[in-house]
């Protein structure tokens, strides 16, 4: 009986040392997530509650996940501190975002609490801690899947390719105001005539570029891709292309989904560090001479970079 409890003592000495060694004072809890995104475009995504929603599990506006509330109690340099309340437990964490690359970057989120005294306080606070640190996982992994849709950051989808029609005839006008359509289609159309004359074959659909520097006074350049080279005239000009990279976004609306979509793809390009050497210009897919619904207008922008 004796050998018996000695060896019970003996036994919950262990236990009860196993606690101490395996379970520190300091309980810390960290989860690191890797990102396919650009680190410059998702901080409205991880320092703005409003930005955060959009990832949100269940896109819960008022960040709660599996019985549990999420509240940013103030902003960090690179993300946000955030409480997570769960069954009566508040933990302070700090969400952070770090660059690894311009196509990737890493969250960082991490918090602490203390172990307890007694061995049935630090087993009680490390089974929290692991629930909390299993929560946190699943939401970042909700935060990977919504930043890693390039759409959800720009509202657009950019492609990244080389440049293929080199060689173009291109027409110029000034006009006072923005040209309209008819403008536009009559210079396309002497474009077309003189392509036809000259025996030569388009290989894409027109170009359009507009420029003004004083919202008075407009520059309309348009242009069609060709096969070979035609004489320049008064009216009519060969430019040449240098067939290096260029961002490409396809869209459907009117003018002004066009303009937020160059607005769009300006943000991309800066935040992955393009250069521009030419100015950015539609390519006309649909003929918007023919199809007056301006929401059926399919565009594609093109802004050559290196």
Do not use: C
């Not at 849709?149 to 990244?160: A, Q, S, T």
Request: glycine fraction near 8%; proline fraction near 5%; avoid cysteine.
């Amino acid at each position: 009986m004796k050998k018996w409890f000695t060896g019970l003592l003996l036994a919950l000495a262990v236990a009860t040392a196993g606690v101490y060694i395996f379970i520190p004072a300091t309980i810390k809890i960290r989860k690191v997530m890797n990102i396919r995104a650009n680190e410059k475009g998702v901080h409205r995504f991880v320092k703005q509650k409003e930005g955060i929603a959009k990832w949100w599990p269940g896109g819960d506006t008022a960040l709660t996940f599996n019985n549990g509330s999420y509240t940013i109690t103030a902003p960090l340099y690179q993300g946000v501190m955030m409480n997570i309340t769960k069954k009566g437990n508040t933990f302070n964490t700090e969400l952070e975002i770090a660059a690894l690359g311009t196509d990737s970057m890493q969250v960082v989120w991490s918090t602490s609490l203390p172990g307890g005294a007694d061995p049935i306080s630090r087993i009680s606070n490390y089974s929290k801690a692991a629930d909390i640190k299993n929560d946190m996982g699943n939401v970042l992994l909700q935060m990977k899947s919504f930043l890693e849709r390039m759409e959800n950051i720009y509202d657009i989808k950019v492609e990244r390719t080389k440049i293929k029609d080199t060689l173009l005839i291109t027409a110029t006008s000034t006009t006072k105001g923005i040209p309209g359509n008819a403008i536009i289609y009559g210079m396309i159309q002497q474009l077309e005539q003189y392509i036809r004359n000259g025996g030569v074959t388009a290989t894409n659909v027109p170009m359009l570029h507009i420029f003004t520097e004083d919202s008075i006074s407009f520059k309309t350049m348009v242009a069609i891709p060709i096969s070979r080279e035609l004489p320049e005239t008064n009216a009519f000009s060969i430019k040449r292309m240098v067939p290096g990279n260029v961002l490409i976004t396809e869209i459907k609306g009117g003018p002004a989904t066009i303009e937020y979509s160059l607005h769009q793809l300006n943000i991309y390009r800066g935040n992955y560090n393009y250069t521009a050497p030419a100015k950015p210009f539609q390519s006309l897919i649909t003929n918007r001479l023919a199809e007056t619904d301006t929401s059926k207008w399919i565009t594609k922008i093109y802004w050559p970079v290196f």
